[in-house]
């Protein structure tokens, strides 16, 4: 396991300068979120390439800037939005092999557009096709304001699509939705290949790691008994947190806990 942040903690911070200050003050896993469509563009990719190459760090995970348009684009049933959509999204995959980037994260449909689960889970899997020839993952995020906020919902696609489905975690999301994270590890369990961490008390759903009340070393220990070996990236929003300083100790406090369980457990 690794530790990171996602550049989507600064933003509105424009991306490459979002990314820099990530990498320049020790961050050496990251999550990309790219804002606008010129982001993704060649020109604008070896910037961004450039920034990780010079400091040794890596992208590991990227997410797309249109994921509110996902339920219009992939699940409203008209075949030829899913088309042009599936035929955008290569820019996105050709951006992540520039990057080395090996995940997508998928938020998918909402829940006040919900749309027959088998029908969802064929759209998952036409995407997951498109992305395959690039080396690229596309992984379910849980979502509180999607269909796949519900654990239900996720079991299902999980035995559904089988070894296909893939899945981003995200501890504040899952607060939000009233599931519970650890259920969740242990329902899905090495199907989860990518962990958006924060942490929570009772006053607030979303704080930095360490700075709350949940047990990240139990969930995390759950995870890397399952098999889990990806990256646990802190993502906040800009007003839970004061600085940058803020994301690296969150990074250095979960890299405290992921070496104390490789010493201590012997996984099966």
């Keep these: 396991m690794t530790a990171g942040s996602s550049t989507a903690c600064l933003y509105p911070e424009l991306l490459e ?3 820099a200050e990530l990498v320049n003050n020790g ?3 990251t999550e990309i979120f790219v804002n606008t469509h010129c982001e993704v563009a060649p020109e604008f990719t070896e910037i961004l390439g450039s920034i990780l190459s010079q400091s040794g760090a890596e992208c590991i995970a990227y997410h797309p800037y249109t994921c509110p348009i996902e339920p219009m684009m992939f ?4 075949s030829r939005r899913v088309k042009d959509m599936l035929d955008y999204h290569k820019y996105y995959f050709e951006a992540m092999n520039r990057l080395g980037a090996r995940i997508f994260v998928l938020h998918g449909n909402m829940n006040v557009v919900a749309v027959d689960e ?6 998952f899997s036409e995407l997951a096709a498109a992305a395959a020839p690039y080396g690229i993952t596309v992984a379910q995020e849980n979502v509180a304001r999607c269909q796949s906020h519900s654990l239900d919902f996720l079991r299902n ?10 899945f981003v975690l995200d501890i504040k999301q899952a607060v939000r939705s009233q599931e519970d994270p650890f259920e969740i590890v242990r329902t899905l369990g090495n199907k989860i290949i990518h962990v958006h961490m924060s942490d929570n008390d009772s006053a607030s759903d979303c704080l930095a790691p360490g700075s709350g009340s949940f047990d990240i070393y139990g969930l995390l220990k759950e995870l890397y008994l399952r098999g889990f070996d990806g990256a646990v990236i802190t993502e906040l929003y800009r007003k839970n947190f004061g600085s940058v300083s803020d994301l690296v100790e969150s990074c250095r406090y979960i890299e405290n806990i992921i070496n104390r369980i490789e010493s201590e457990i012997i996984r099966p």
Excluded: Q
């Design 17 to 19: 300068e979002a990314l």
């Design 27 to 29: 961050i050496k896993t």
């Design 75 to 78: 699940f409203s049933g008209y």
């Design 118 to 123: 088998d029908f969802y889970f064929e759209i």
């Design 157 to 166: 696609m999980s035995e559904t699509l089988g070894d296909s489905a893939k």
